[in-house]
C-alpha cells in the first residue's frame, strides 16, 4: 500500500522548511505529497465548508496557502522520487489551456511525477472574486479535462466544446509519460461517478469509502473502462486508533491504493515523526 502525506502546502509553506520536509518524507519512505488550493480566502463567505462542522475552513485571511503548482515545483527540485499531487486544484477556475501548459511543464521538469488531483470547488465566493461563473462547474469541469488531454496528446490539436474551443495548436513541452494521471476530488455521488467516469483515481475528503468505491467501479464498468485502473486515495486519519497498520488494511480490503496522513502530524519535529509514522504504517524506505 502506498502513503502520501496531504495538504502539505498548507502546513510547510516557506521555502527551506519545505525542501527539507519534503527530503525527509522521500527518505522516510514516504510515495506522495499532496498540495491544496484556494486563490483567495473571502471575507464572511456563507458557502459552507463540507470537511468541518462548523462549515467553516481551518484558517484565517493571512494563512500562508502557496499556489500548488509553483510549491511542488520547489520541492520537486529537492526530491527525486516523491510523487508530486495536487489534492485538489479547483479546475473550473483555470484556464484549462494555460493550466495543461504549466502542468506539463512540471512533470517535463520532475521526469513523469505530476498527479493532479481537480474537484469542481465548494466557495461561491470565491468564484466571484475571480469572476468566473459558479453555474455548470461540473460541466466545465468535464470539458477542461478533455481539452488538456488533447492539448497532451501531440502536435497540431484540435479541440471544440461549449468552454473551450482551438485548432491547429500545439503544447509542449508534453507530459514525460505522453500523459498525466487526472485524480477526481470530492466525497458526493457525482464526484465518484465523474472519477468511474473519466478519472485516473479517485480522492474522496470523506464519506464512506467502500459506497464511494463501489459507485466508481459500477460507473467504470457501465462506461466500458477498467474499473481496477482506477486508483483510489483515501486518509488514514480517521481509523488510526492504536492500530494505524491495521487500519491500512482494512482500507486495502475496501479497495484503497494509497492511504495518506495529514501534514499536520509532522508540523515540529518531522525528522523524528516522519520516521516513527513510517514503521508504525510498515512503510519501507526504498
Not at 112 to 131: H, I, Q, S
Not at 167 to 189: C, F, L, W
Not at 223 to 247: K, N, Y
Amino acid at each position: 500500500m502506498k502513503c502520501g502525506i496531504m495538504f502539505a502546502n498548507t502546513v510547510f509553506p516557506d521555502g527551506q522548511r519545505a525542501a527539507a520536509f519534503a527530503s525527509a518524507a522521500e527518505e522516510a519512505g514516504f510515495e506522495s505529497l499532496w498540495t491544496v488550493e484556494h486563490v483567495v480566502f473571502p471575507d464572511n463567505y456563507g458557502s459552507s465548508y463540507p470537511y468541518d462542522q462548523s462549515g467553516k475552513m481551518p484558517a484565517h485571511p493571512k494563512s500562508k496557502l502557496t499556489d500548488p503548482i509553483v510549491w511542488l515545483t520547489w520541492v520537486g527540485a529537492a526530491t527525486r522520487r516523491m510523487k508530486l499531487c495536487t489534492g485538489i486544484v479547483i479546475l473550473p477556475q483555470r484556464n484549462p489551456v494555460v493550466f495543461a501548459k504549466e502542468v506539463a511543464t512540471l512533470d517535463h521538469l520532475t521526469e513523469g511525477r505530476v498527479e493532479l488531483g481537480v474537484g469542481v470547488g465548494w466557495l461561491r465566493e470565491e468564484f466571484d472574486a475571480l469572476g468566473i461563473p459558479w453555474e455548470n462547474r461540473g460541466k466545465r469541469t468535464d470539458e477542461y479535462i478533455a481539452a488538456m488531454r488533447t492539448l497532451w496528446s501531440g502536435p497540431s490539436v484540435e479541440f471544440h466544446g461549449d468552454y473551450v474551443d482551438f485548432s491547429g495548436v500545439s503544447s509542449y513541452p508534453q507530459p514525460a509519460n505522453g500523459t498525466v494521471p487526472i485524480i477526481i476530488g470530492g466525497h458526493s455521488r457525482a464526484a465518484a461517478e465523474r472519477a468511474g467516469r473519466l478519472g485516473d483515481g479517485f480522492f474522496p475528503g470523506k464519506g464512506n469509502i467502500v459506497e464511494l468505491a463501489d459507485i466508481v467501479r459500477q460507473t467504470a464498468t457501465d462506461c466500458g473502462r477498467d474499473p481496477d485502473a482506477i486508483e483510489i486515495t483515501f486518509s488514514v486519519q480517521g481509523l488510526m486508533g492504536d492500530d494505524p497498520a491495521g487500519s491500512v488494511e482494512e482500507l486495502e480490503a475496501a479497495g484503497v491504493n494509497r492511504t495518506m496522513l495529514p501534514a499536520l502530524l509532522f508540523h515540529r519535529d518531522f525528522e523524528e515523526s516522519l520516521p516513527m509514522w513510517a514503521e508504525k504504517l510498515s512503510i519501507t524506505p526504498e
